[in-house]
């Protein structure tokens, strides 16, 4: 496809969004367009010939085969409206510390707790595209404790606890900070931490870590490997605490957001789904435009495969849970709306009809 141009392929503000979204038609339209964008391309047989059928779907000239435009994606069978789908990704992408569940619920009327949350767990599902960038360069690497509770959906707060995540972060002199890159290890053994760095740091890279042997033999997997210690620093007079800026500043960074927007209600078995939506979002917060990091979510949603709730529902461990809260069923509303007509005039109107008799 030529050059992405904003204005033209995806929407520069909020105004732009809401203009070119007004119908769950236009979003699906949109989904369309995204998906095949040389034209319809078969799932089944890779044919690129078909024709749209009256009920919105395609039909392969060759194999027959029918499908949706939403078929195979995320939003597949979704009896979310794509108006709503479409302004939780914006929500997701342009919001600078995102959405949480109960906000998404209450700004876009949809009935359940449950159905906001799993559409956002759907949306972070997505972020890892596979074989993405190592970061490179000069890399600080170190492991903290981040998470906590998540209340809501097992009745009553589930019990989470702090779990040990690694977390990496490019280091831009002389004192930016590039790309970061977290994931959730089951402890500080070199067990752990190599797979780590070699999965999410490409060799070459220098490498910058504390003296924890859990990093021993890094420069044998083919890093320049730094090794700071705390005792040489306070022997520096230094700040013992400040070996690592780069990471404890993204790491101070996350647990805020996990604090601020998600009160800290994150379940220990979500935190890896939390953790990618926050390094999505910090990698991008310097895109030119949050429009294209809209179109880049809706790309990642539209090639990934659908997303089951069952499969977003982890139980790690099995409690003696309190019967589940009443749910309200139903599925949102549509974003479409006709207009109102100035319901603020009509009121002032009204009142000010004489009376008759
Ligand atoms: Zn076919």
């Known amino acids: 496809m030529e050059q992405l141009r904003a204005g033209v392929h995806y929407p520069r503000s909020t105004g732009e969004f809401q203009a070119w979204f007004g ?23 890779g044919h690129g010939m078909g024709w749209r059928l009256g009920d919105g779907r395609f039909e392969c000239a060759r194999c027959r085969s029918r499908a949706s435009v939403t078929a195979g994606t995320i939003f597949d069978r979704t009896r979310t409206p794509l108006t709503v789908w479409f302004t939780a990704c ?37 972020l890892v595209r596979p074989g993405r960038d190592r970061l490179s360069g000069t890399v600080e690497v170190d492991e903290t404790y981040i998470g906590g509770d ?6 009553g707060r589930a019990r989470g606890k702090k779990v040990l995540t690694a977390i990496a972060v490019e280091v831009r002199e002389p004192r930016g900070i590039g790309r970061c890159r977290m994931a959730v290890v089951a402890d500080g053994s070199s067990a752990s931490l190599h797979p780590f760095v070699t999965g999410h740091v490409r060799p070459g890279a220098t490498v910058i870590t504390d003296a924890w042997m859990g990093y021993h033999g890094l420069a044998g997997l083919g890093y320049v490997h730094q090794r700071r210690s705390q005792r040489a620093a306070r022997a520096r007079g230094e700040d013992p ?17 996990l604090l601020g927007t998600h009160q800290g209600s994150v379940d220990e078995a979500h935190l890896p789904g939390y953790l990618n939506e926050f390094a999505f979002r910090f990698n991008r917060r310097r895109s030119a435009s949050r429009g294209l990091v809209f ?31 009443p749910t309200i069923r139903g599925h949102p509303p549509s974003l479409e709306r006709p207009g109102a007509n100035r319901p603020w005039r009509a009121a002032e109107m009204q009142l000010s009809l004489p009376y008759s008799g």
């Open 23 to 45: 119908t769950d038609e236009d979003c699906l339209d949109y989904l369309e367009w995204l998906r095949w964008p040389g034209g319809f391309t078969c799932q089944r047989c």
């Open 241 to 257: 605490g400040e070996l690592l800026p780069a990471v404890h500043r993204v790491a101070s960074l996350a647990k805020r957001w």
């Open 295 to 325: 179109y880049r979510l809706l790309e990642l949603a539209a090639g990934h495969d659908p997303v089951r709730y069952h499969d977003l529902i982890v139980r790690p461990r099995s409690r003696a849970a309190p019967s589940a809260p």
């Open 90 to 126: 914006w929500l997701f992408a342009t919001a600078k510390d995102g959405i949480s569940a109960l906000g998404l619920q209450r700004a876009l009327e949809i009935g359940s707790y449950q159905t906001a949350w799993a559409m956002l767990g759907r949306l972070r599902s997505v």
């Open 150 to 155: 998540e209340p809501g959906l097992s009745g």
